[in-house]
């Protein structure tokens, strides 16, 4: 049952994995004509807190649970992120904490990039103990915890009771030897979540903002009597950036589509930049040489930017001259949060 809903949502998240609207084309970098650097100056290597990452792009959480087709996605993930040198998280998994035949599918994440830079990821009804079952099984270096309030309460078989997740997330970051980066699914978050965030010791967020996957319309493409009118909730990404900035470690994702997109994340302010369902499509539809291919391009797309602007490091794209325009200029200057 689990883990055909989680085929389900591979299946329809592949048709969502674009918005309607691409928030970053709102947001222009101001050109620069006269570069200066060499290419081979170019480092696009990051130290997001404790985790030194070659590159700023990674693949964000997807596949979790859904038996051998899923492990063999994940293995293919796996394989393609060790070879590219990028961060890898994988999809939630609860179901494997509670059922130890569902943990293959993530083993083999570990087997096949056993140096490669892994995140776990649980949801925040997690206890402590079910959390360091998580980052044990993968020998992670950090773990993600999602916040899918939409999707539970949009699903009919979804969770109800949230009173006790604020406690476990404070004793899930009190604990863990590793980072711990609480994260959104794709609604993005306000400057106001990012402060209680705080308050519980959280130094990582990743905003997960709208604008490319969309689990409200995933899960109501899944039944017949579909709650619609939660299509258009949430807060776009660049705005969701903008309003994290008082966040330590800010990591962005939710409709970033390549590697100008991404720097404008870092522009924004953000240290890294996450993308699931652009990745997972090309894989599923064109194949692993063509997922690799992708990757070269964001990469090849994001030194580009930097060339342009004469920044060597990623870190000093941070704060370049930016305009907004549309709905994402609407949000700031409205400072709706
Ligand atoms: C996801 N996402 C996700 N996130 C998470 O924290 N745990 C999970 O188990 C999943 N599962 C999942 C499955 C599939 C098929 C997709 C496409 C996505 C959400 C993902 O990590 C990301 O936050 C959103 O998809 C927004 O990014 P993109 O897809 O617009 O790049």
């Not at 570069?35 to 997807?62: C, H, R, T, Y």
């Not at 604990?175 to 959280?202: A, D, N, R, W």
Request: proline share 3%.
């Amino acid at each position: 049952m689990r883990s055909e809903r989680k085929l389900d949502h591979i299946r329809h998240a592949l048709n969502h994995s674009e918005g309607p609207v691409h928030y970053f084309d709102e947001v222009d970098i101001v050109h620069r004509s006269l570069a200066k650097l060499d290419w081979e100056q170019l480092d696009i290597s990051v130290q997001l807190g404790e985790l030194n990452v070659s590159s700023p792009l990674f693949v964000n959480a997807m596949t979790g649970g859904g038996g051998e087709k899923t492990k063999e996605i994940n293995r293919k993930l796996a394989e393609i992120a060790g070879e590219k040198n990028i961060a890898m998280a994988v999809g939630s998994q609860m179901a494997a904490i509670k059922d130890k035949e569902e943990r293959k599918t993530y083993e083999v994440v570990r087997e096949v990039n056993p140096d490669g830079i892994i995140f776990a990821n649980v949801g925040s009804e997690a206890t402590w103990e079910e959390a360091e079952v998580a980052i044990e099984m993968l020998r992670a270096d950090a773990l993600q915890i999602h916040l899918n309030t939409v999707q539970e309460v949009v699903m009919p078989e979804g969770d109800r009771d949230f009173s006790f997740r604020i406690e476990n997330i404070r004793r899930v970051i009190s604990e863990s030897p590793v980072p711990v980066i609480v994260k959104e699914v794709g609604f993005g978050m306000s400057g106001e979540t990012v402060k209680e965030l705080q308050e519980l010791g959280c130094r990582y967020v990743d905003v997960g903002g709208k604008g490319g996957t969309n689990f409200s319309k995933v899960e109501n493409e899944r039944r017949d009597n579909s709650m619609d009118s939660f299509h258009s909730w949430g807060i776009p990404t660049p705005v969701s950036i903008l309003h994290s900035l008082e966040a330590e470690h800010i990591i962005a994702s939710g409709g970033i589509r390549s590697g100008v997109d991404g720097a404008k994340a870092l522009v924004l302010g953000a240290k890294a930049f996450g993308m699931a369902g652009p990745l997972l499509k090309t894989l599923m539809e064109d194949g692993e040489p063509a997922l690799r291919g992708k990757i070269d391009l964001i990469h090849h797309e994001l030194k580009s930017v930097m060339m342009i602007l004469g920044c060597e490091t990623v870190e000093q794209l941070k704060g370049k001259p930016y305009i907004l325009h549309g709905e994402t200029k609407n949000w700031i200057s409205q400072k709706g949060v």
